[in-house]
């Protein structure tokens, strides 16, 4: 089985801090995705990665930044936390082609900014 | 521009009872479709998919059908269980969406099915 975590499923920060939020995936997928999620507005896209060291601005990319310096992991960066990224976060991987573009998705890390 | 809709936000059925869920999409170059059920504090799982070379996909009791003139595809659940209820997401995909090989999503806004029992 496909097995995504995330470094922590709650956390709590203040306003002007850096967070710091870790994905790891097992399947040596070379996709790789972080979302938030907030009521009404679905899944939204922030940032993605294809390969090691690549990335692409998805949807809602201001106020973050991502790291991918090992396959298995992703990592998305909150510069300066401000109460407005407060919310899920959820990350996920996919394999390269095969016609198949299913993600899988780690548990999500709640995330509150004061 | 939202190119995937769920124009439902919320559906309640009764246990035992079809679940009927909707899902339109605008950009007519999206090839794949899928469906996605999360449960509160965890992370979306895989339910359901099509292509758009078909106009029907069943899995035991999920089934989607998607009419490609009407943009529009349905999720239909049979018999509903209370362990369905949850939030549902349509999401849709195209080769051209984003860089080649990404695989990205477009996901919709979802939609929360309560089933009573």
């Known amino acids: 089985d496909v097995k995504v975590t995330q470094s922590s499923r709650y956390l709590v920060k203040r306003t002007g801090e850096k967070v710091f939020l870790e994905c790891v995936q097992d399947?040596?997928?070379?996709?790789m995705f972080w979302y938030r999620q907030d009521p009404g507005l679905g899944l939204r896209l922030i940032y993605f990665?294809?390969?090691?060291?690549?990335?692409e601005k998805g949807d809602i990319p201001e106020g973050y930044s991502v790291s991918r310096e090992k396959k298995e992991r992703f990592s998305l960066i909150l510069e300066s936390a401000s109460t407005n990224q407060t919310s899920m976060y959820l990350c996920?991987?996919?394999?390269?082609?095969?016609?198949?573009?299913?993600?899988?998705f780690g548990p999500g890390t709640r995330l509150t900014v004061t | 521009d939202q190119q995937v809709k769920q124009n439902s936000p919320s559906l309640s059925v009764q246990e035992g009872r079809i679940s009927i869920l909707n899902c339109d999409y605008t950009?007519?170059?999206?090839?794949?479709f899928l469906w996605y059920k999360k449960y509160p504090a965890e992370g979306p799982t895989f339910l359901i998919s099509?292509?758009?070379?078909?106009d029907k996909n069943e899995d035991g009791r999920f089934t989607v059908f998607l009419n490609k003139s009407a943009k529009h595809l349905s999720l239909h659940i049979v018999p509903s269980q209370p362990g369905d209820s949850a939030v549902y997401f349509c999401?849709?995909?195209?080769?051209?969406?984003?860089?080649?090989?990404?695989?990205?999503?477009?996901f919709g806004q979802g939609t929360t099915l309560q089933v009573k029992p």
């Open positions: 099509i292509s758009s070379i078909k």
């Open positions: 990665s294809y390969d090691v060291k690549m990335k």
């Open positions: 399947m040596d997928h070379e996709n």
């Open positions: 996920a991987s996919s394999s390269h082609g095969g016609g198949s573009y299913e993600q899988y």
């Open positions: 950009n007519s170059m999206f090839d794949y």
């Open positions: 999401a849709a995909s195209s080769w051209l969406v984003g860089s080649s090989n990404t695989g990205k999503l477009i």
